[in-house]
Structures are given as structure tokens and as C-alpha cells.
């Protein structure tokens, strides 16, 4: 517990560190509660996420300063990995949060997309609500594409009483909807609930800008 102790006093600078993030990181993987996200928790897992809680707290408390850094980005990604699973699912809420800033960083990008790897359903969805405020302007840049890609091919409820989340972003059928589709084709009405102006409109901003 005294080495538990004296690493939390510098727990947020050693996640940004060249070398302290893999003393860190060691310390999750012996520690570990699961190897991948979507795992269950092994026996005995309450005790050892004692032992990391600490990090959970570092990262959770300066989520956007560790998640844009490029070494406190691998550390909060193991630990989306090893936690336990409350331990995940606390931090994906904190990561959702910030999801605004993280989703368009070259290294935030990664950590929206390993909450998707928890296949989590009420997390996934809330990502998707913030993604479909601006899905034509992700789509068209270079890191938050690369999350919106991931969550087209995250696993979903794809049963009769569920809908895939981009039927729904297509349809409009989120609470917000796409600024430029309200911009150009206005809120709830006849013409934004066309799916074919829809459609045709997505497609042709995503292939000329």
C-alpha cells in the first residue's frame, strides 16, 4: 500500500510520462481484472481494482488533459482493458462526457472508440446521440471518421424492437439532429423526415466536401 500511495501523489504526471506511463501500465496488467474491454471480471477482481482504483481516479479527474496526451492515451486505453468492469463503465461515462473534445483529437479519438470495444449498450447509444448532432462533420474528418467507422461495425441489439444506429441517424430519429440536415432541410418536418431527401442529402456533402 506505501507504493500505492507514493505512485498517487504523481499518478497524473506519470500517465503523461515517457517512461512512468508503463510503470503505470505495469501496474494495471498486474493488477488486471479482464484482458479485453467486453470481459467479464475475473474471481476475485473487487480486491485487485482496489490496488487501481487510483489511476481510475487520475484519469477520470483529468480525463481531457490524459486523454489528449499521447502516453496518458495508452494508459486510460489499458485501462478500459484490465479494470473491472464498474471500473470501465465509470470511466467510459467520464470519457463520453468529454466525447466533444476527445472524438476529433489524434489520440482522444482512440479512447471513444475502446468504449465501443465494452459493448456496452447505454453507452453506445449515448455516443451515437452525440455523433448524430454532427454526423456529416465527422464523417469528413480525419480522426472522428475513424470512430463513426468503428461504431458502424460495433455490435448493437439488432433484434425486431431495435434499430441499427445509423438507420436511425438516416432517418432522424435521434432526439438531435444533424445541424447542417436542420440547417438545410429544417427540424421535424415533412421534408427533413423524407428519407430519400434525407439520404440524398447526406451523401452528397459527404462526397463533395
Known sequence: ?????AL???AV???MNMHGNHVIQAFLMIFKASNHPADKDY????QTGLYTQFIFNACMQNCIEIGMHKHGCCVMQRCLEKGTRS???ELANHIIQHMDYLIEDPYGNYLVQNV???EDEDKNEQIFKQIAKDFIRLSQLKFSSNVIEKCLNSKV???AEKEQHIDKIFKGTFPQDDKQIVQELGFNT???KNLKARVHFIVQSLIYN
Not at 474471481?43 to 473487487?46: A, K, L, P
Open 13 to 15: 504526471q506519470l500517465t
Open 87 to 89: 471500473q470501465k463503465l
Open 116 to 118: 465501443l470495444k465494452l
Open 1 to 5: 500500500m506505501r507504493v500505492i500511495s
Open 43 to 46: 474471481s476475485g477482481s473487487d
Open 157 to 159: 441489439n439488432t433484434g
Open 8 to 10: 498517487n501523489q504523481e
Open 190 to 192: 415533412k421534408k427533413s
